[in-house]
């Protein structure tokens, strides 16, 4: 499973794993008008512009042997600590495609990240998942991340959502 640093040319790619992904592990969980709304290329245009800012986002991509983008991550400092190494990173995103979930293409983007963070000095690293996302939180309890008992309530498509932070210690 190659894992690379995105580039610009990656955007729309990135775009349409976030779409798929999205489209496929939030259904039951946000209104299926608003899952079947979500627009590749108006997500391209967003991962355009963050994959050519010097905002300290890292963007990771697997890809098949064909050079296509399976999966994404994109990790930065955590909000409010600037984006200079701090203490505590956040991994913003992990999508794969949903005919790439359960071939190991997740835990090795997710170790690949939090890697990047380690290598650039952070010593813990946190996250966010939907309290109704069972599959992804049973997937990040078993690279050992934990919540940490902070829980946010957001608002998207028009319905309130629990969120659980997760946190892991980067160096054991």
Known sequence: MPIREARPEDAAAVAAVHVLSWRAAYRGLLPGPYLDALDVAERTAVWRARLTAPD???????????GRVRAFSCVRGWPGEG????????????YALPEAWGTGVGRALLAASTEALTAAGFRT????VFAGNARARRFYEAAGWRPDG????EETGGRVLEELRYRRELFT
Request: aromatic share 6%.
């Open 150 to 153: 902070e829980v946010v309530r």
């Open 83 to 94: 984006f200079a190494p701090g203490p505590t990173a956040e991994v913003a995103a992990l």
């Open 125 to 128: 690293a946190a996250l966010w």
């Open 56 to 66: 300290g986002h890292t963007v990771l991509v697997s890809t098949d042997t064909d």
